[in-house]
Nanobody, 117 residues
Framework: QVQLVESGGGLVQAGGSLRLSCAAS????????MGWYRQAPGKQRELVAD???????NYADTVQGRFTISRDNAKNTVYLQMNSLKPEDTAVYYC???????????WGQGTQVTVSS
């Protein structure tokens, strides 16, 4: 079992920045890829960015160049630095952990990010 707890969401004006954190606990030795997804009202959940346990990253086109994902394996924490935020970035952001050996993933409870124009 893996537990994920997100923090760092909030309300920010367009052009501003936020940093999300996701702390993992439990069977953390088995986590492969960690990532951030988001879901806006009336829309499907979508990948924002992910990072493997070796540090390889992947970003959605809509956030490339504005968001940075990073991972501190010693602290079992993944971060999402979000700069130049836009109103369309408004969503609930979810942390995800993929465990390849189990072929399953785990989700955090989500944190709200609201960007005002």
């Amino acid at each position: 079992q893996v537990q994920l707890v997100e923090s760092g969401g909030g309300l920010v004006q367009a052009g501003g920045s936020l940093r999300l954190s996701c702390a993992a606990s439990g069977s953390i030795f088995s986590i492969d890829t960690m990532g951030w997804y988001r879901q806006a009202p009336g829309k499907q959940r979508e990948l924002v960015a992910d990072i493997t346990n070796s540090g390889s990253t992947n970003y959605a086109d809509t956030v490339q160049g504005r968001f940075t994902i990073s991972r501190d394996n010693a602290k079992n924490t993944v971060y999402l630095q979000m700069n130049s935020l836009k109103p369309e970035d408004t969503a609930v952001y979810y942390c995800n952990a993929w465990i390849g050996i189990l072929a399953r993933d785990y989700w955090g409870q989500g944190t709200q990010v609201t960007v005002s124009s």
